[in-house]
């Protein structure tokens, strides 16, 4: 069984920074596992994307609302990856989940995007920006 450890959160003001990591318990490239990615979910919203990560080239994706301000990163020692978070703002705040998932060289990178192609999940971190 796969587990994602996700760390770093915590309270920030508005404009400063956080740096989240995930480790991943065993080896998730032996299982097959390609892409990483970090999903968020705020109080009283659904859970959206942010950013991912594919494993072999380190192709990296972003939602539009953190493109430029937040970089994904792999963490070859820990079977992991990172994310720097800059510049960060009040709507930033809200649980951050680490997922893991096999994604086929012919698929859409759109599909990084959805939660429901991930197939494991760390146990979320908070993360809270004040304005």
């Known amino acids: 069984q796969v587990q994602l450890i996700e760390s770093g959160g915590g309270l920030v003001q508005a404009g400063g920074s956080l740096r989240l990591s995930c480790a991943a318990s065993?080896?998730?490239?032996?299982?097959?596992?390609?892409?990483m990615g970090w999903f968020r979910q705020a109080p009283g919203k659904d859970g959206e994307f942010v950013a991912a990560?594919?494993?072999?080239?380190?192709?990296?994706h972003y939602s539009d609302f953190v493109e430029g301000r937040f970089t994904i990163s792999r963490d070859n020692a820990k079977y992991g990856m990172n994310l720097q978070m800059n510049g960060l703002k009040a709507e930033d705040t809200g649980v951050y989940y680490c997922?893991?998932?096999?994604?086929?060289?012919?698929?859409?990178?759109?599909?990084?995007?959805?939660?429901?192609?991930?197939?494991?999940w760390g146990q979320g971190i908070q993360v809270t920006v004040s304005s």
């Open positions: 065993e080896r998730t490239l032996a299982l097959g596992h390609n892409v």
């Open positions: 990560i594919r494993w072999s080239d380190g192709v990296s």
């Open positions: 997922a893991s998932g096999t994604f086929g060289y012919n698929r859409d990178e759109r599909d990084y995007f959805f939660g429901s192609e991930y197939q494991y």
